[in-house]
Nanobody, 127 residues
């Protein structure tokens, strides 16, 4: 079981950057795909990015491709989301999640295979 704590959110102007961090505790971090998701008011939680357990495979939502970069440091049990060229539509609570099954890649099916959600971190982009 993995416990997750997100940090790094804040208020930023359009075009700015933020770096989110997700610190994990638990023995299984280095064996699971990690994902970043976001949820805007009144909307469902949506996929943003995922990275495989060894960092060799990365996936991005079309809305963030070319602007966001996911990375991980297994020695520090941390996954990151570098967000550049932020837009007002990026405003949401950002969550990290751990894949429920070790050594499984993200399969394009959103949140269904992810769990151990953290409390989230608010990102607000002003225009």
């Amino acid at each position: 079981q993995v416990q997750l704590v997100e940090s790094g959110g804040g208020l930023v102007q359009a075009g700015g950057s933020l770096r989110l961090s997700c610190a994990a505790s638990g023995r299984t971090f280095s064996s699971v795909t990690m994902g970043w998701f976001r949820q805007a008011p009144g909307k469902e939680r949506e996929f943003v990015a995922a990275i495989s357990w060894n960092g060799g495979s990365k996936n991005y939502a079309n809305a963030v491709k070319g602007r966001f970069t996911i990375s991980r440091d297994n020695a520090k049990n941390t996954v990151y989301l570098q967000m550049n060229s932020l837009k007002p539509e990026d405003t949401a609570v950002y969550y990290c999640g751990a894949h429920r099954i070790p050594f499984h890649y993200y399969s394009g099916d959103g949140t269904i295979n992810f769990g151990s959600w953290g409390q989230g971190t608010q990102v607000t982009v002003s225009s």
